[in-house]
Nanobody, 125 residues
Framework: QVQLVESGGGLVQAGVSLRLSCAASGLTFSRYVMGWFRQAPGKERAFVAA???????SYADSVKGRFAISRDNAKNTVYLQMNSLKPEDTAVYYCAAANRPYSGPLVGSTEYDSWGQGTQVIVSS
């Protein structure tokens, strides 16, 4: 059974950096496409970033140049480095996994098989 556990969220001021982590278990991590999504209050869950098995990446336009996704297959962990945070980045951030070893990074939430519980990020102005 796949389990994804996010960590690293918190309350920060605008302009600072934060790194989220997602520890995965119950899967052959290196075969999976991993993604980060976020859901702001009153809004639908939205794509943030994704990384394929071969380290191909994709980003939402709103975070391009500020956020970076990476993975450590030895630690079964995917990271989201978030720089120059803005109040509009406030959301619950979710990690997701898709068993698609031959795919590039996936941007659609329906492509993913497993989800974490989320970690809250609040950016104050």
């Amino acid at each position: 059974q796949v389990q994804l556990v996010e960590s690293g969220g918190g309350l920060v001021q605008a302009g600072v950096s934060l790194r989220l982590s997602c520890a995965a278990s119950g899967l052959t991590f290196s075969r999976y496409v991993m993604g980060w999504f976020r859901q702001a209050p009153g809004k639908e869950r939205a794509f943030v970033a994704a990384i394929s098995r071969r380290d191909g990446t994709s980003y939402a336009d709103s975070v391009k140049g500020r956020f970076a996704i990476s993975r450590d297959n030895a630690k079964n962990t995917v990271y989201l480095q978030m720089n120059s945070l803005k109040p509009e980045d406030t959301a619950v951030y979710y990690c997701a996994a898709a068993n698609r070893p031959y795919s590039g990074p996936l941007v659609g939430s329906t492509e993913y098989d497993s989800w974490g519980q989320g970690t809250q990020v609040i950016v104050s102005s």
